[in-house]
């Protein structure tokens, strides 16, 4: 018999011709990547085998081994021809970000059932030529229960189109157009193939739909994070919105990296890209092997990775959250050094916790802002109040109504000096009210470098008010024994007119500059730029003094803060806590407390909370310690009361 084997002959060259393109683009690590390659092995598997049928059934060999070798290509054939129908169906349910585990009996039945079924058929027939035969000279002749196989075929084809008008509102246009032409595509080309049986067209129209999804939904580039080798935040929130608009129960674990600035600072750029690489190349493997859970990772942001758990199980997705807390407590390897990267953890369950993807991503970047003020490495989102740092986090619309409306309260708070006890200095803090009239804390709270018009009036809205209480206070005192530390934000220090309308509010308070000192974070010292460098050292004319605040948690810049009028250094809390869990650390926050005294730089350590961290704080040498263990933050009048009675009473 002659068949037609140039359809077949080009299905291969094209299966090819994708396999070596393939290896110029990157692979995306997903549910979707692996479907595919599936589908395409099995097609190409198909074809191949097709090609080898009839090659010997059209030169017929006299040895006796090859009617075996005849019905061995025509089984894997139908093996793989079928496992394309099962992949296909995978790869709708993973367009769709559908998972099904195939550990369980819902798998089974969905996907497997049918194929194996199918396995059994082609088995019997090696036995008894139901399905299909081949006479003495190698010519194929269909059994009489071949339909059975493409009834198996018809039922994953079905499925697959069930899926597709069901969630046909959850996927774009081009994908549903080249998803459903598959289907079309194949039906085609069973159809000619039945009734022309020469014509090999089947699996051409196979290779054309596998072809087409290649070109058309198979882009990687828009899916990975190039450096890391990681799906990125587009490819997280795609799947995400699948899910959560299928309303389909399921579990997301996101890591904070909080100390990645800090290192990259330290060991440069790209040695602590390597360190998130091998981080990243961790959690695209954890749990499979422990957990038997299907996993993948995403790059949600630059310090932050999300972990999407194939699972309805609670449990499970809790013991993955704290076996990365295990890997998280070690260092991590990478060439020749060995960091400790602190991290965070928290699960996020839907519909739990959140009920829309834009109702995910607020509560992401709040977790994040509330990871900073919580040292624990796990954190429980079922304990996080994300009414409140809603409200907290919304400073520009709190701040702007609070300075309208005059409620803003500025309160102070005292230092305590290691010689002196207590001295005549303080914080000046600025606490806003809610709707409701409460009084919200906004410490930690105030971005370092935004800036907006409500956060730069805030700033001298808080320096009036203290300008007005120096001034009332010392009397007329041009030594002021009274003195005060005002934050500043970076949009304010860097207007041009900024020492201009400092001296204004000093003439207008009838207050003296050397009373005030200004309070700048790490960060907003190392990123300012020329004119805020130059405001800063114009104050240092005036007699009013810099301290540093939060350092050793932002962009540090040394010779900066050395090249300004700096008096003191503010610790933060994080490197206190740091010193107490390890020697090393210890040591290297002494050291930093005595570089500064040598050059003649008071230290200072905040957020004093308990003994454990003031009699730190005394050991590593700390000249002052601020906190509300050491006093809270309090009103003008009850503040020099306090003052007073303080050393009446001493």
Not at 118 to 123: D, G, H, K, P, T
Not at 418 to 423: E, R
Not at 559 to 564: E, G
Not at 599 to 615: G, H, L, Q, Y
Request: glycine content about 4%; aromatic content about 14%.
């Amino acid at each position: 018999m002659q068949y037609n084997i140039y359809f077949d002959i080009c299905a291969l060259f094209i299966l090819i011709t994708i396999a070596v393109t393939s290896m110029s683009r990157r692979a995306v690590p997903s549910y979707r990547q692996r479907a595919y390659s599936a589908l395409y092995f099995a097609i190409f598997m198909a074809t191949l085998c097709e090609r080898i049928e009839t090659y010997l059934q059209m030169h017929p060999l006299t040895f006796s081994e090859y009617g075996i070798l005849e019905k061995i290509a025509g089984s894997a054939f139908f093996f793989f021809h079928l496992g394309s129908a099962v992949f296909y169906l995978l790869y709708i349910m993973s367009v769709l970000d559908i998972y099904v585990p195939i550990t369980t009996w819902k798998g089974f039945w969905y996907l497997w059932f049918g194929y194996i079924i199918c396995i059994a058929l082609l088995v019997v027939n090696w036995f008894v030529p139901i399905m299909f035969s081949y006479s003495v000279d190698g010519i194929y002749h269909r059994g009489k229960y071949l339909f059975l196989f493409y009834i198996i075929a018809t039922y994953y084809l079905v499925v697959s189109l069930v899926l597709l008008l069901r969630y046909n509102n959850l996927m774009r246009r081009r994908t549903k157009v080249v998803v459903a032409s598959y289907v079309l595509f194949v039906l085609a080309g069973i159809l000619i193939q039945y009734f022309y049986p020469t014509l090999l067209i089947e699996n051409f129209c196979n290779t054309i739909s596998v072809t087409f999804i290649y070109i058309t939904l198979q882009n990687p580039s828009e899916m990975v994070d190039e450096v890391l080798d990681i799906l990125n935040k587009k490819a997280f929130l795609e799947g995400h919105d699948l899910k959560t608009k299928r309303k389909g129960e399921h579990f997301t674990i996101f890591l904070t990296i909080k100390n990645i600035r800090t290192l990259s600072d330290e060991i440069g750029y790209g040695n602590g890209q390597d360190a998130l690489k091998t981080i990243a190349k961790y959690l695209k493997s954890v749990g499979r092997k422990e957990l038997h859970l299907i996993t993948y990772a995403y790059r949600y942001s630059e310090y932050v990775f999300a972990l999407t758990v194939h699972t309805d199980d609670a449990d499970k997705a809790k013991a993955l959250m704290y076996k990365i807390s295990y890997r998280m407590r070690e260092p991590w390897s990478f060439g020749n050094m060995k960091l400790k990267v602190d991290g965070q953890l928290f699960l996020f369950h839907y519909p739990v916790h959140y009920k829309t993807t834009v109702d995910l991503i607020n509560k992401i970047e709040m977790m994040v802002e509330h990871a900073n003020d919580d040292h624990n490495l796990i954190i429980d989102v079922d304990k996080v109040d994300f009414e409140t740092i809603r409200r907290e986090s919304d400073y520009d619309n709190l701040a702007r109504v609070n300075l309208d409306s005059k409620l803003a309260t500025i309160k102070f708070q005292p230092f305590l000096s290691k010689i002196y006890k207590i001295n005549y200095s303080a914080d000046v803090l600025c606490f806003l009210h809610d709707a409701a009239g409460n009084e919200i804390d906004m410490r930690g709270k105030i971005p370092d470098i935004k800036i907006t018009q409500a956060l730069m009036d805030a700033d001298e809205f808080v320096f009036r008010r203290a300008c007005r209480a120096l001034s009332f206070w010392n009397a007329g005192d041009k030594n002021g024994k009274y003195r005060a530390v005002v934050a500043m934000s970076q949009g304010e220090i860097s207007k041009n007119d900024f020492i201009k309308r400092i001296k204004k509010i000093l003439r207008e308070e009838n207050a003296v500059a050397s009373w005030i000192s200004i309070k700048l974070t790490e960060t907003t010292i190392s990123t300012m730029n020329s004119i805020a460098e130059r405001n800063i050292k114009m104050l240092g004319d005036l007699k009013s003094s810099i301290i540093v605040d939060k350092f050793g948690s932002g962009y540090g810049d040394l010779n900066r803060v050395l090249s300004l009028p700096v008096s003191q250094i503010n610790l933060d809390s994080s490197i206190l806590h740091s010193a107490m869990e390890s020697e090393k650390m210890m040591l290297v926050v002494q050291g930093i407390v005595n570089l500064f005294h040598d050059i003649s730089i008071f230290v200072c350590a905040t957020d004093i909370e308990n003994e454990t961290d003031k009699k730190m704080a005394e050991e590593l040498g700390c000249d002052y310690l601020i906190g509300d263990y050491m006093g809270a933050p309090m009103k003008d009048s009850s503040y020099v009361k306090f003052i007073d009675a303080y050393f009446e009473e001493n």
